[in-house]
């Protein structure tokens, strides 16, 4: 799903250089936006499901499209599992899709990527945050899972590949990181996410169009999977029983996909709501 073209050497992982100013933007967008699963958040929007009624719940997986937009240094727009990609430019320095993680554990501590200790890169040629490649629009996926392994009780990110390639093993949040999720998480959520700039325009999210009936012309989540503790991944078929989050209809759109499991974007605007 995602691609290296130059490796690290042996005995060194690949670490995202904090640029002062982009460390800084980073851990205020942390602090003041970044609460992907509800809807109170001053200055971010959302559309997207969340799933909270049979856990504890021990991974996520999914597929999410993945779509270059036009937006300003003071804005934000996500796809996300909490890992996913996002368009950032005060962060990232530019204006292209990237992939990234965030964390929030004991006593609200937390950061995106490796900004501050925390995640454990472990793959030598898969960085948790890099620029997703290009590809015809519509045809870019990111494929991630995020699953706790039951015996150290860490968290992992893997990156899901194509075909018969085995799947890479990018990194680790430790279990050490946090409070409440020593034997499973009791929610999962996966959806889009926009943060707008002072200024209150908010910015497009997914593809920039409100989702349609025709899959492949929206943004969309194809496949959403769960795993209870020592089970094996399961898709997860029952839309109409997840919570939806949509907290702005004038201005972002969610539906459930005809081929794929949901839809969900919009163009943004001035007239958003707060």
Known sequence: MRKNIIGCPNGTVPILKNIKDH???TQYFAEKYFNPLTV??????FAGIRLQKDGPYYG????ISVHDLNISRDQASYANMYVGNR???????????????FWRGVNGAGCYNTVCPGFIQ??????????????????????????QDTDTGHWWVTD????NKPDIHIGYWPKELFDLMG???????IGGAVQSSPSGVSPPMGNGHLPTKKDMDSARV???LYRYENSDFKNYYQYSKLDKLLDSEKCYGLKKGDDYFFTFGGPGGNSCGI
Do not use: C, M
Request: charged letters at 20%.
């Open 222 to 224: 194809s496949e959403f």
């Open 87 to 101: 368009i950032n430019p005060s962060v990232l320095g530019d204006g292209r899709p990237w992939s990234y993680g």
């Open 183 to 189: 034997g499973g998480a009791n929610i999962l959520g």
């Open 40 to 45: 109170e958040s001053h200055g971010t929007h």
């Open 160 to 163: 899901i590949e194509e075909g």
């Open 60 to 63: 996520i997986a999914a597929w």
């Open 23 to 25: 460390a800084a933007n």
């Open 122 to 147: 472990v793959s030598k040629d898969d960085p948790l945050s890099e620029p997703l490649p290009n590809a015809p629009e519509g045809k870019r996926n990111i494929a991630l899972t995020i699953q």
